[in-house]
């Protein structure tokens, strides 16, 4: 019988079967043996122990299109980053750092501003002009007053979609207004393994229809950049890309080079100010990581 995972907790994996449900299960020791972890979003294959409880056994992980390290789940095909436009107040360096990740784990992302209603037209302009000029999709919802749902609902259909961002911004109030179900699917699982439910503390996978899967992941005050070199930090900045080739020096950086046509972009306001202080802060920190 063939599944999906759709969460992982404490050795526990629960897998869906189409027309099936939940079942239960424990991953085979070769995994271990193999250093193979079995991640939400894995497609695998179960033998089924007991039909009545809904147990069985992991047999195969089925080969994976991509793996994400943060949050750590497969298959996916984009990301829904979700930061609030206030309460909390966006923190950029945190959302920058996110989509350099998903730069580099390759996963294409969308940034949703949630809690809209909360913001001045100045606020909403500002993010808006700051990521679209970088070549992200923006959009803007408030879960409160349902705006910007159905935008969502279509943005997500057919695909597979992670969902992330910090705590308070109203991820699980969107996805239950997208999934009314999550809460019910939540629900099961949370009763097999005696355990409530008030925020989310495991990545886990929803069912829209036979197609459209989203995850909802814990959220995260702090992201470590991935492991590469600093001078390789502009690559994950698209937006330097068609001012960087008038630079005067062949592999420059864009922070003390004379003649550096980001930086000449920046002071003729073509470039976001807000990014271009991150870069600077998180080219700072790959250095000295290097250094220790």
């Known amino acids: 019988m063939q599944g999906k995972i759709v969460r992982g907790i404490a050795g526990f994996y629960y897998v869906q079967v189409a027309e099936s449900g939940i079942y239960e299960c424990k991953a085979k020791g070769i995994f271990r043996n193999q250093k193979v972890k079995p ?32 949050p750590a789940v497969a298959n996916v095909d984009q990301a ?19 989509l350099i990740m998903m730069l580099w784990q390759k996963v294409s992302a969308v940034i ?3 809690k809209c209603d909360l913001a001045s037209e100045e606020d909403l302009r500002l993010l808006e002009e700051t990521y679209r000029s970088a070549g992200y999709e923006i959009r803007f919802t408030s ?39 999550a809460a019910m699917e939540t629900g099961v699982i949370s009763k097999k393994v005696e355990r409530g439910r008030h925020t989310t503390r495991h990545s886990e996978l929803f069912a829209l229809d036979e197609e ?12 470590f950049l991935p492991d590469f070199e600093k001078e390789d930090l502009k690559e994950y900045f698209p937006e330097f890309t068609e001012y960087e080739m008038n630079c005067r020096f062949q592999g420059c950086v864009h922070i003390r080079e004379p003649e ?11 470039l976001s100010p807000i990014r271009y202080e991150n870069y600077i802060a998180l080219y700072e920190e790959l250095k000295d990581k290097r250094r220790y």
């Open 39 to 70: 991640l939400v979003g894995d497609n695998v294959r179960l033998n089924i122990l007991n039909e009545a409880e809904k147990t069985g056994n992991i047999e195969v992980i089925l080969p994976r299109k991509n793996e994400l390290i943060r």
């Open 143 to 181: 879960a409160m007053e349902g705006k910007g749902v159905e935008e969502i609902r279509a943005l997500i259909q057919g695909k597979t979609t992670v969902v992330a961002g910090p705590s308070g911004v109203g991820k699980s109030s969107l996805i239950n207004l997208i999934h009314p179900e």
């Open 112 to 114: 949703c501003f949630n």
């Open 260 to 270: 550096c046509a980001v930086k000449e972009a920046l002071e003729r306001k073509k």
């Open 212 to 223: 459209s899967f989203i995850c909802d992941t814990p959220g995260f005050s702090s992201i």
């Open 80 to 98: 829904l980053v979700i930061f609030a436009t206030a309460r909390p107040k966006p923190n950029f360096n945190l959302l920058d750092r996110f």
